[in-house]
């Protein structure tokens, strides 16, 4: 059985960093293309990061410069390293996996909440 | 980069009537389009992918139609379960975007 777990969220001052951790079981994350998906709260989904297959990465551009995608192969891991965190970053993040290699997001964790604030 | 125009942004109907939210995109994607439906508090659901295909285990009232800029995602009879926010998203050229959400409630 597929499973997402993120974990990592927490409330973190503006400037502050923070390293969310996306936990996978039922199949290997470095076979898929992996991606993080933001919500913030009583708003629309915001696509934020994708991680593919090869290891190449891509950002939106409100986040380009300050987040970073990796993932941990011997422990079947995503991450998102983020920085220079901002209030407009608080928001629910997801992690969902890619069907192979098309961006068609068919597995979703439960999701973390991130709140910037002082 | 790809914008995707949703609408309507919210609309209220009456159980069994049929629901249609349509998606447009501001350049060509071919059918790489996807619907998914997300209910309060919880993760989104992918519904349909490559705008017409059917995910496994999605009951058939879900459709999706359409091909290049304009997409269409109906509810053939509403249901009370089917209450949520609906989003489109689009994966050409290696990036994905999603629409803004259509809040579906019940009249």
């Known amino acids: 059985e597929v499973q997402l777990v993120e974990s990592g969220g927490g409330l973190i001052q503006p400037g502050g960093s923070l390293r969310l951790s996306c936990a996978a079981s039922?199949?290997?994350?470095?076979?898929?293309?992996m991606s993080w998906v933001r919500q913030a709260p009583g708003k629309g989904l915001e696509w934020v990061s994708v991680?593919?297959?090869?290891?190449?990465?891509n950002y939106a551009d409100s986040v380009k410069g300050r987040f970073t995608i990796s993932r941990d192969n011997s422990k079947n891991t995503l991450y998102l390293q983020m920085s220079s965190l901002r209030a407009e970053d608080t928001a629910v993040y997801y992690c969902a996996r890619a069907f192979g290699d098309i961006l068609t997001l068919s597995y979703w964790g439960q999701g973390t909440l991130v709140t910037v604030s002082s | 980069d790809i914008q995707m125009t949703q609408s309507p942004s919210s609309l209220s109907a009456s159980v069994g009537d049929r629901v249609t939210i349509t998606c447009q995109a501001s350049?060509?994607?071919?059918?790489?389009l996807n619907w998914y439906q997300q209910k309060p508090g919880k993760a989104p659901n992918l519904l349909i992918y490559?705008?017409?295909n059917l995910e496994t285990g999605v009951p058939s009232r879900f459709s999706g139609s359409g091909s290049g800029t304009d997409f269409t995602f109906t509810i053939s009879s509403l249901q009370p379960e089917d209450i949520a926010t609906y989003y489109c998203?689009?994966?050409?050229?290696?990036?994905?975007?999603f629409g803004g959400g259509t809040k579906v409630e019940i009249k």
């Open positions: 991680i593919y297959s090869g290891g190449s990465t």
């Open positions: 039922g199949f290997t994350v470095s076979d898929n293309y």
């Open positions: 350049q060509d994607i071919n059918n790489y």
């Open positions: 998203q689009q994966y050409d050229n290696l990036l994905l975007t």
């Open positions: 490559d705008a017409s």
